[in-house]
């Protein structure tokens, strides 16, 4: 008899958010967390899906579009197949997030919300300053649009919060949602004596 309390339910958290809102920076602290829970994670980042989904994509709208519909068709296997995923792009158009939310499995939108200004004073890439100089034409924010989510699952404030608040609001949900297994210990799988002839086992091979 197979005995397992594991839940394993595949689910994207997506974040959407402007450049240098934070939706990197909170991916890799969640991804710890959540594995830490025992699953596997995948993120898709937005520069390594470019790199890797979409080299000839720029960032007419069109393109974008086209970019998000990629990184979700991706989160789309590998949610059913009951992986963690984290897709961390700007996905500015409410359309294009509307249509990943359709076609994944528990989706869970996260609006990482920064005001401008911060994004500009962070400047992590040093992106904004040369957009705002206009040597970037259609910068999310500066020159080409953003469209706030209407009704996100969390909104994440980074100006207003840490990283390590932000990843507990998330963590907090996913457990309301039933998507990670309960922190509580696992009652355990083996009996004791099952347990021993494991050992015993993995003694005699050699293992332990
Ligand atoms: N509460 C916070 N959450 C996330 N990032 C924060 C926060 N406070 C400050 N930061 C900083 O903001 C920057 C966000 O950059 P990044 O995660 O690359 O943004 P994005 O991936 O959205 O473009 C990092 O330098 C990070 O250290
Ligand atoms: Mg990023």
Redesign the pocket.
Known sequence: MVESTKVNKGFTVW?T??????????SCLLEKKVQERGRNVEIL??DVARTNLGQYLGFSKQDRDINIQRIAFVCKLLTRNGVACIS?A?SPYREARENARQEIENFVEVY?KCPLEICVE?D??GLYKKALKGEIPGFTGVSDPYEEPLNPEII?E??K???E??VNKILKKLDELGYLEPRTPATPVYTPDEEKKVQERLSRLGYI
């Open positions: 974040f958010g402007l450049s240098g809102s934070g939706k990197s920076t909170i980042d937005d961390a700007i990482v962070r992590v890439k994440v980074t100006n919060e840490t990283v608040e932000s």
